[in-house]
Structures are given as C-alpha cells and as structure tokens.
C-alpha cells in the first residue's frame, strides 16, 4: 500500500531559528511530490511541486529536497517567523493515475 | 478571482438527515475534487471529476454523492448522514490532471453529525 509518513509529528521553535521538516514515502509509480502549508481552520495552500529531476525547489524561506533514490523528501524553513505557524503536509503524486496519496502532517509552532 | 468556494463553514446534523456542501470555483478549472480530514490521517479522496458530467469515486465514497453539471460547481451531497461523517470536507480544484497540476483547496466545511 502507497504511503507517506511525516515527522516529526509536532514541533516547536523559536521565532527566528531554521527547522527541517522530513517526509519518507513508498508511493510507485512516482509522478511529483508537493509540500503544502495549512493554517489553522484553513484550506491548505501549495509552497512547491518537485519532479523525479528536482533534487532541490525553493519558495521564500522555505526549501524543499528531494531523494528519489531514497524515497525521501525535506523542508526546510529559514529564519522562521510566526506566520509559519501550521501544519505542513507532504502529498506524492502517483504515475499514471489521478491519485494523490497524504501525509498526516507535521504540526509547527513558532514560539517568540 | 474568489478561487474555490465552500458553502457552508460550518453545520450540524442529526442521524439520518441530508444536506448538500456546495463548491464553486472561477479559474475554469476541469478538475475538481472532495476530500475528508480527520484527525491523525491525511486527507483522503471522496470523489472527483476530470470535467463536466464526469464523476468517479475515490478512496471513501461510501454515503456520498456528487454531480457535475457545469464546470463551476461540483456539490456533495449526504444522503443519510451518520457520527462516522463528522469532519471536515475540502474541495480542491486544478487547471489539468490532478498529477501534474497545482491542486487549489477551499476553506473547508466542518460537519458534526450527532
């Protein structure tokens, strides 16, 4: 069964300092993988689309990796601030079909 | 440019009833989708449309129905609804396939069903 596991599940930080975000997945075919941002009470929101080719994407303060080899992807955020503040979800996109399998989330909390 | 559309945010059942969560998007988009969040699981499928009067179902259609008469709006409807129901739904839409376009989520609509 395709799956895509997330850690850790909760973090805190100080507003301010760097964190990285881990996502493993066993998803084959392997189309793309996404990270998205979810606010509380909120809808979530795309940050980056990576391909097979893509080993690295960048959107703002935010980076994401990724190891195909491995099955393995990472975002990193730098110099976080509050608004950073939410749950980050880790979606791979499967080959051939419309089926998109989800993380359970990494939950974030900036503290200042 | 509203984006997707989710009516209504919030709304309470009792066993048995039935209701429609309506989603409209304006980017003309073919694709649309409903997906369930609960907690401690990632977001599953419910059902989809690649296009209008095309539906499929995904990962948990059981209870549920949808129709796609125009390429705007894509409800869900309850047909009897049950405690396990209680979530909360998203629409999500894109440009093109759900594999290489960018998927856009409403803002959720929070069932209880009592």
């Known amino acids: 069964k395709n799956q895509v596991e997330q850690s850790p599940q909760s973090l805190i930080i100080l507003e301010g300092k760097n964190c990285t975000l881990q996502?493993?997945?066993?998803?084959?075919?392997?189309?793309?993988l996404r990270w998205y941002k979810q606010d509380t009470g909120r809808g979530p929101v795309s940050l980056t689309i990576?391909?097979?080719?893509?080993n690295t994407k960048s959107n703002g303060r935010y980076t994401a990796t990724l190891d195909a080899d491995t099955k393995q992807s990472s975002l990193h955020i730098t110099a976080s601030q509050l608004s950073d503040s939410a749950s980050y979800i880790c979606v791979v996109s499967e080959g051939g079909n419309e089926k998109l399998t989800f993380g359970t989330g990494t939950r974030l909390t900036i503290i200042p | 440019n509203a984006g997707v559309t989710q009516t209504p945010k919030f709304q309470v059942l009792k066993t048995g009833q039935s209701m429609t969560l309506q989603c409209a998007q304006d980017m003309n988009h073919e694709y649309m989708s409903w997906y369930r969040q609960d907690p401690g699981m990632g977001l599953r499928l419910i059902h989809y449309?690649?296009?209008?009067?095309?539906?499929d179902q995904g990962e948990v259609p059981n209870g549920y129905n949808v129709s796609r008469s125009t390429t705007e709006d894509f409800p869900l409807r309850l047909l009897s609804a049950a405690p396990s129901q209680t979530s909360v739904y998203f629409c999500?839409?894109?440009?093109?396939?759900?594999?290489?376009?960018?998927?856009?989520f409403g803002e959720g609509s929070r069932l209880t069903v009592l």
């Open positions: 999500a839409s894109s440009y093109s396939t759900v594999n290489t376009g960018e998927l856009f």
């Open positions: 996502c493993n997945y066993t998803v084959s075919p392997f189309s793309n």
């Open positions: 990576m391909t097979f080719s893509e």
């Open positions: 449309s690649v296009g209008a009067g095309i539906t």
